[in-house]
């Protein structure tokens, strides 16, 4: 190794993942990022992305400093300007607005989850604004929502073997982390390993994934349809007289109404409803209740429906009827590391570690009364509001780290709110994107590898470090630029800081330890512990773990479950799909991407050059189409060019297309971003009415070869 050579611990943030890294440095250049084999979080696994993330950092086309508008809006023309000039114009802009029409005239918006969500949220609530804008509302909040009311935290898959077991039964339900590298805080690679340990492994998926290989029953099952199968499971439970005893007892609330509420949700009533066969449904209901302990690791394909709400529900009613709550190998309650400050005063972090609204502010939210969980202001609702000033149209707003003109439904909406009615737009990105384009003001973010960070999103067992290691041009921390912003602001209750460095000191003060001292111990672990509920009560209205939803009753919801059809499906709209004969699944995650993200690097983009549609061969042929030829998805909305694969592992009349595609090397301002985004396809007529969420994965569309026309 050359004198010069260095390796230094951290924690990639290509995803949502925990994957610990080793980041080789060459002086001051990193040349390479390497798994770290002693990680107890991702034991020496790394993925393309986080391989790719040298690349990502040091690419042309980052951005490198703050840029003004110079010409008509979506131009392309743009003045280099210095951060201080940036940050005047931004708060002078928005104190304008702030004064003239209140603080609900500014929105902030940013897409998934990310390090800084803390302080975007933080930010907004203090400001005073309810309009803080993300797609919360089909990503992962239903989950957490759901079983914040249902439970008081989020349980997960215990496959870290704290407890001295790991699963003997999984059921990996509509999540895919194994392929995609990670999701939500939980690392593929380890849950696979404990996939393979399991006795049973049970996977339901509209499409045949990879761990299908290794899986005693493979439920295909029809798209958005999970909470049939769900109930039809609880119903052969019950009827049958398989759940724990001891735990409904004692721990519960409300299993009377429960089995009386499912007595007709038999496997015989969800098999033309999920296209399961009933006797398949009650042996997997079967082996799940008897095979102790067992795991549901559920996913974004749980939250993107409208019934998502209710599945998340009728999964944990699952979980906790067959007793495997908090349990070893169950599903769990992770116990954080005890000594670190929750990163939000500010915001409630009461229940499951989610920071939600305070709820004097949600009374102002554009959604309030629609929809009674939307975690946040309701994306579609919101944008359209932006055009139509009903109820009102917000003036300004500042887009942290999201691209929703590829990434939401709703992008032309998007693209003309932006264009022409946001009075003061401000991008925050590491690179220049269609939606940027639209901006008044864009900043350079910083990439993970640039930051300093106490890695603490998910609330797991462990918190991590992360380090900087490089500068490139004038990119900043987003979290230092919203610290500046929000002292010139005056919000100093929110940010008492005087910068970020001493926030990451106070966040660890109790330990002991500074952020430096940190940095060298890289990892601060918990002590798990199980069965919580036994001495700490559930943190539900009463104390038990809810399979009657006091919460939802209160917001004059269904208390359980009740299955819902997607309004867009063969079955309610029969008329519909003779002409629209598929159904449309949309933005499965994708190895070497992240959603709109990475599609710029070279390496990533050989393996995966081109937007694909996933079309079973009979199908295929039936509409003329061969393997790799380009084809229109089109839905009554909207239409996207993309190449057809072919793919004996899901259903005729099924496609899966992928989302957010643009071409990062075509001609700015556009990109060519209407050509082959999926998410063009999508109307605003079909919501979860629990949370707003939206159906993209149970939609209806039909398929043609592009040069001829539609059949
Ligand atoms: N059709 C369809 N659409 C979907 C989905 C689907 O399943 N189907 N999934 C949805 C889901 S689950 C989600 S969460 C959303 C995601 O939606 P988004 O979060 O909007 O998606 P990204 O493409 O990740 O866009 C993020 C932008 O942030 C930038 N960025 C990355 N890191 C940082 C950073 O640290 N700071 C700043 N300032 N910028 C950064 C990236 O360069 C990128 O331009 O998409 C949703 N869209
Ligand atoms: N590489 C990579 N990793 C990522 C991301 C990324 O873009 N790229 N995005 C991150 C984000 S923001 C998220 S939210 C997570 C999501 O990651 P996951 O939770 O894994 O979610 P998805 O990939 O959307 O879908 C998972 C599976 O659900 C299936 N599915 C779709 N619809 C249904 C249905 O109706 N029922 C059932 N049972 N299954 C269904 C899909 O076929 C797919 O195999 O991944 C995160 N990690
Ligand atoms: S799975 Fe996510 S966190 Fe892990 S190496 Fe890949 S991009 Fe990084
Ligand atoms: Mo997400």
């Not at 409300?254 to 009933?278: K, M, Q, Y």
């Not at 006797?279 to 394909?301: C, F, L």
């Not at 769990?332 to 990163?343: A, G, L």
């Not at 003060?509 to 890289?522: H, I, L, R, V, Y």
Request: charged share 25%.
């Amino acid at each position: 190794m050359k004198s010069s050579s260095r390796i230094v611990k951290s924690s990639c943030r290509g995803c949502h993942g925990v994957c610990q890294v080793l980041v080789h440095l060459d002086g001051d250049k990193i040349v390479r990022v390497s798994g770290d084999p002693d990680s107890p979080t991702s034991r020496g696994f790394i993925c393309p992305k986080g391989i790719a993330a040298p690349d990502m950092l040091y690419h042309p086309d980052r951005l490198k400093f703050p840029m003004r508008r110079i010409g008509p809006r979506g131009a392309n023309e743009w003045e280099r300007i210095s951060w201080d000039a940036a940050i005047s114009e931004m708060v002078d802009r928005f104190d304008t607005i702030r004064r003239e029409s209140g603080s609900e005239y500014l929105a902030v918006a940013q897409g998934t989850g990310r390090p800084y969500t803390e302080f975007t949220i933080r930010f907004a609530n203090a400001l005073g604004t309810p309009n803080f804008v993300n797609p919360g509302h089909l990503c992962y909040l239903p989950r957490v929502i759901a079983s914040a009311i249902t439970m008081g935290a989020l349980p997960v898959s215990d496959i870290y073997e704290f407890g001295g077991k790991s699963p003997a039964c999984i059921i990996n339900w509509g999540c895919n982390h194994v392929e995609t590298g990670a999701s939500d805080g939980m690392c593929g690679s380890i849950f696979k390993k404990a996939a393979k340990k399991a006795e049973k492994l049970i996977v339901i998926d509209p499409r045949r994934i990879g761990l299908a290989e290794e899986a005693d029953h493979t439920l295909q099952i029809r798209p958005g349809t999970d909470c049939a199968l769900a109930l039809a499971m609880i119903q052969t439970i019950i009827s049958e007289g398989l759940f724990d005893q001891a735990f409904v007892h004692d721990h519960s609330f409300g299993f009377d109404r429960l089995a009386e509420h499912v007595r007709s949700f038999t496997p015989e009533w969800a098999e033309p409803i999920t296209r399961i066969p009933s006797d398949q449904i009650r042996t997997v209901a079967r082996t799940y209740a008897t095979t102790k302990p067992a795991s549901i690791q559920w996913g974004n394909g749980i939250d993107t429906s409208v019934n998502g709400f209710q599945t998340g529900r009728a999964l944990l009613i699952l979980m906790g009827l067959t007793g495997n709550i908090d349990v070893p190998g169950g599903n769990v309650i992770w116990v954080p590391p005890s000594k670190i400050r929750p990163k939000s005063p500010l915001i409630d972090m009461s229940v499951a570690g989610v920071q939600f609204m305070p709820p004097e502010k949600k009374a102002l939210i554009l959604t309030k009364g629609k929809y009674p969980f939307a975690p946040n202001c309701h994306p579609p609702t919101f944008w359209k509001s932006v055009i139509t000033g009903d109820p009102y149209r917000v003036r300004g707003i500042w887009i942290v780290g999201s691209n929703p003109l590829l990434t939401a439904t709703q992008g032309l909406t998007i693209e003309k709110a932006l264009r022409d009615h946001m009075e003061y737009t401000v991008v925050s990105d590491l690179f220049m994107t269609p939606t940027a384009q639209l901006a008044d003001l864009v900043l350079p973010a910083a990439h993970w590898l640039e930051q300093d960070d106490v890695v603490y999103m998910h609330k797991i067992w462990c918190v991590l470090s992360r380090k900087k290691l490089a500068q490139i041009g004038e990119t900043r921390d987003d979290r230092d630029v919203i610290f500046d912003v929000a002292h010139r602001l005056g919000l100093h209750e929110a940010f008492p800081w005087p910068d970020r460095h001493t926030y990451l000191d106070w966040l660890l003060e109790e330990t002991g330890m500074s952020f430096d001292q940190f940095k060298e111990k890289n990892i601060l672990m918990s002590e798990m512990r199980y069965r919580k509920y036994e001495t700490d009560r559930f943190h539900t209205p009463s104390g038990k773990f809810e399979f009657y939803s006091n919460v939802m009753e209160h917001e004059g919801r269904p208390p359980m479950p009740v299955y819902l059809e997607p309004p867009l499906s063969p079955l309610s709209s029969p008329e519909l799909s003779e002409k629209y004969p598929f159904i449309l699944m949309s933005g499965t995650k994708k190895l070497e991407f992240f959603h709109s993200e990475m599609h710029q690097i070279r390496l990533l983009r050989k393996m995966h050059p081109n937007p694909i549609v996933e079309i079973h061969p009979a199908a295929a042929e039936r509409c003329g189409i061969s393997d790799g030829d380009w084809v229109y998805v089109e839905s009554p909305y909207g239409r996207a060019r993309l190449q057809a694969r072919f793919s004996e592992g899901i259903a005729t009349d099924v496609v899966n297309a992928e989302h957010a595609w643009w071409y990062p090397e075509a001609s700015p301002p556009d990109y060519r971003w209407k050509e082959s985004c999926a998410n063009l396809l999508y109307g605003d007529d079909s919501f979860d009415p629990d949370t707003g969420a939206e159906p993209l994965k149970s939609y209806l569309c039909t398929v043609y070869k592009d040069g001829l026309e539609r059949t």
